[in-house]
């Protein structure tokens, strides 16, 4: 009895998938349960498991191609398997040879079983001129991750290399390996066409600041230990901006506030996006009822939906239904940018690198870890004069942290 692979249901307003890579070939045995086929998607990335055990023995839907909620991707029927060993022939009886057998070539050593690469692994290993196949992979069943291409790619490099008796004749190279062509993923075109549509759209403006970290860090190195020890969890700066955001945003709500229509819809619960990058894109996982949560609950949150953010795990339930949305480019050294709105929300804060910089305080020339905040707003719903305030607002609540403590 064949058993239907179908394209399960992906999540309120999305229809459509992309087939990022199968994980069994046609004739391989499969378990009840076991992951098959990774269906990209425009929020997140999922993994469709066998819905019975057996032999795949049809995919209908090759990598690559767009499929709808409910389409076909392939059939999996009864059976043992490529892998099952087949019974022996009986022998036959040998016949007088008529002539002396012609010498046949030795068979090709058979190929080391196919890597499994994901998209960015694949891209990377391209990019690096390495042989995939020789990567090895930490992945899920042995997959190959861009981290383990990259591993491979600086192994290389650092090997000394073999001194060479001549130097060999430089031979052009065809004009095909100078470039990859890759396809786009879902997720990648989706986020291309948010930010362009949000380009289009909004009335874009960004006010920076810029914030003495001095009180933070110093309050973080005092409390850091025993938070970790008591809550299980490290004290990082994020709660500290999500914090100083949710003040900032009960003080100026248009900031909380999205166009639908000919109508403002303000938001009075804050739910605060987090952006987090992954191999596949930056996604932005949401922090929900975030003005309801401790200092701790809001570092666990960021840290768990941080973990199933790189691990593909998303839901999209924990993808939608942001307020405001926080961008850390920071972490990536970025010292100053201009952060594009999230759609449908109306602000997005940037934060950046921690540089110590001179700055003069009552006349004299201190050095202080500063850093460059970012508001990027809809001038249709935000004046100026409430952008500045708000970014105002989040500057007094990281320098004077107290402030966030007794609500003030």
Not at 33 to 54: I, Q, R, Y
Not at 161 to 166: K, T, V
Not at 271 to 279: F, H, R, S, Y
Request: glycine share 10%; hydrophobic share 40%; charged share 25%.
């Amino acid at each position: 009895m064949s058993v239907e692979i179908k394209v399960p249901s992906l999540g309120e307003s999305v229809t459509e998938a992309t087939i990022g890579q199968w994980f069994k070939k046609v004739g391989d045995r499969v378990e009840a349960d076991e992951p098959l086929v990774e269906l990209e998607t425009d929020k997140v990335t999922l993994e469709v498991n066998a819905p019975a055990s057996g032999v795949l023995t049809d995919i209908l839907a090759e990598e690559g191609a767009d499929v709808e909620v409910g389409a076909l991707l392939g059939v999996i029927g009864e059976g043992q398997g490529a892998a099952a060993a087949k019974p022996a022939e009986a022998p036959k009886k040998a016949e007088a040879p008529k002539a002396a057998p012609k010498a046949e070539p030795a068979p090709a050593a058979a190929p080391a079983a196919e890597k499994i690469l994901s998209p960015a692994a694949r891209k990377a290993a391209g990019d690096a001129g390495i042989d995939a196949g020789s990567v090895e992979g930490t992945g899920r069943d042995g997959r190959v991750m861009k981290d383990d291409v990259q591993r491979a790619a600086a192994a290389q490099s650092a090997a000394p290399a073999q001194p060479a008796a001549a130097p060999a004749p430089k031979v052009a190279q065809p004009a095909g390996e100078r470039e990859t062509r890759v396809r786009m993923t879902k997720l990648r075109r989706r986020i291309a066409e948010r930010l362009k549509d949000a380009q289009n759209t909004a009335a874009i403006l960004t006010t920076y600041n810029e914030v003495d970290m001095s009180q933070v860090m110093a309050l973080r190195n005092r409390y850091k230990d025993g938070f970790e020890k008591k809550h299980g969890v490290k004290l990082g700066f994020m709660s500290f901006f999500v914090k100083a955001a949710i003040a900032g945003l009960k003080e100026y709500p248009a900031v909380n506030a999205q166009i639908d229509g000919d109508e403002l819809i303000y938001k009075n619960h804050y739910d605060i996006g987090v952006a987090v990058g992954t191999e596949q894109g930056l996604v932005v996982p949401v922090v929900r009822d975030a003005d309801q949560l401790s200092f701790a609950g809001v570092e666990a949150t960021i840290n768990a939906l941080g973990v199933k953010a790189r691990d593909g795990k998303l839901t999209m339930e924990e993808l939608t239904g942001g307020t405001f949305t926080i961008s850390n480019g920071g972490v990536y050294g970025s010292l100053m940018s201009s952060p594009i709105l999230n759609p449908p929300q109306s602000g997005i804060l940037g934060m950046h690198k921690i540089q110590e910089r001179p700055m003069a305080e009552k006349g004299q020339v201190v050095i202080r870890p500063m850093m460059y905040l970012a508001l990027s707003y809809d001038h249709r719903i935000i004046d100026g004069k409430e952008a500045v305030s708000f970014l105002v607002r989040v500057k007094e609540c990281i320098e004077n942290p107290e402030r966030l403590l007794f609500d003030l």
